[in-house]
């Protein structure tokens, strides 16, 4: 069943826990009239529906007319984000902020200006205390109205004092802003192209960050102008391929938040995707250990209150623990055993598709798809290839692709000779139009296309020349790629010593964690 509805009320209903449920019902009985009965036989229709249907809601709804319907529904909505909000305020600093800030604008609406300032000095207190100073400029804000147009005698040199927080807090703001900016535009590039894929794209990347990066960016010491100076130096170095810079920054990401562990409750989720940056990392430098410690730290802090109590936080430490466990069986060559985790990953992607992108659903898709490659099974490789092919609409243009070569090699594997030649075409022309192909994808290809012209005797020799032409490429960073969406040189090393992909790799997790390499050498 899928709950993809377009209509936001049955999506909301939907999305809301047994608890969240009951005290929706005890809200409506405690402040609602004996009319707003009406909006609970709604809420208890489209509870119990499967999927959307207008014409069968009506008919539950016999008092109902349609022309009413519209109203009943957006009756019901807001009354159901009130529960929330009232439910959900204690379990929130934002909330509670927006709530002080409330009262403060009632009672100063009321004429008592010495309460109003009394809680907005408590409330600034709170939020610099949490570093939201998004709030402190609507608070100031306030107070300034306050003394400008009454006399409070709050305090003698009040005004001097705003006008000196107004200022820093505006520059603060300024600075963030422009960090912020920047962390979400190299992430937005990485999202839309993947990998710099060339020297041109490197360069682009290159000059963006320097034309956007403040000049006083290393001078700041804020929490947030560091986290966003950190992610921006994250995504730079992930889309230049430079890992071991991108394991620096993830990790200055995550120590930021341990000096600081008051913001990981109010940064959840930047602490979450910290941790999932830093998995990332890891494994890209194939620092085993240090992937098994994060991964630990990571799957702890996914049972804590916080988290399960949260459907966003719960549901993304979902998706990036599944992605790094199937990252740790592809790394160790424990395929077969990883296919033990995909039953759960896919009962829980039907139970959360209401809330997760059709991005992430796909990559996942991708990394099954290669647990059942390295494990042998190539059939059901290619049934979720297939999807991936039938609905990239949402993927990036680089896993695009990986999945059309990964589908051919699949192909190859099975011995598809009759469609082998026209698929290689294909996918050539599908990479070059996306401008995704690098030299090893160039000459997989062409060994793809000439193979079933030579003979069984000479067919080694070829893949042991084509192995080396890989390996001479393993240090070039824009040929990196090639080795994080799968591992070519093992698969390539499979064909020419008749082992096992999953022998290849598993060998050599072994003989790494014997020389117990220090971080970034793992490579």
Known sequence: MS?????????LIKSLEKSEKRHFKLYIKRSSAKEDLKIVQLFDALDKMGDYDEKSLLKKLPTTEKRQLYNLKTHLYRQLLASLRLLKSADSIDLQLNEQ?????????????????KILDK???TARGNNKFNFLIMVIALEKRIESLHITRSMLDRAERLSAEANEVSSHIDTVARLSNLALQLYSWYIKHGHARNEKDEDRVIRFMKENLPANAWDLTGFYERLYLYQSYTWYAFIRQNFLMYYRYSQKWIDLFQEQPLMIRVET???IKGLHNLLNAHFDLRNFQRFEMTLKLFEDFARTDRVVEHDNFRIQSFIYIASAKINQHS?????????????????KLDEYDLFIDRHRILVLSYKMAILYFGSGDYGTCLDHLQKIIND????????????????????YELGNTEIIESLARSVYRFMAKKENLTVIE???????????DVSARKIKPELQMLLNKVKHLEK????????????????????????????????????????????????
């Not at 709950?3 to 999506?11: A, E, G, W």
């Not at 160039?442 to 079933?452: D, V």
């Not at 090639?482 to 790799?505: G, H, N, Q, R, T």
Request: glycine share 4%; net charge positive.
């Open 3 to 11: 709950n993809r509805s377009p209509d936001i009320l049955f999506q």
């Open 101 to 117: 800030f409330d009262y403060a604008h009632i009672l100063y609406k009321k004429g008592l200006f010495m309460q109003s300032l």
């Open 123 to 125: 409330a600034k207190e």
């Open 269 to 271: 989720g930047h602490y």
């Open 331 to 347: 790394m160790m060559g424990t395929f077969k055993e990883g296919l033990q985790l995909i039953p759960n990953i896919q009962k």
């Open 392 to 411: 990239s609409s949402d993927l990036r243009d680089d896993l695009q692709s990986y999945a059309r070569l990964v589908h051919l090699l699949a192909h």
């Open 442 to 452: 160039e000459e997989i290809l062409k060994f793809l296309r000439q193979s079933f």
């Open 476 to 523: 070039n960073r824009f040929e990196t790629r090639a080795f994080a969406y799968l591992d070519v040189i093992s698969w390539l090393e499979s064909k020419v010593y008749e082992k096992p992909m999953s022998v290849i790799i598993n060998d050599k997790y072994k003989m790494a964690k014997k020389r117990h390499y220090p971080i970034g050498n793992e490579q």
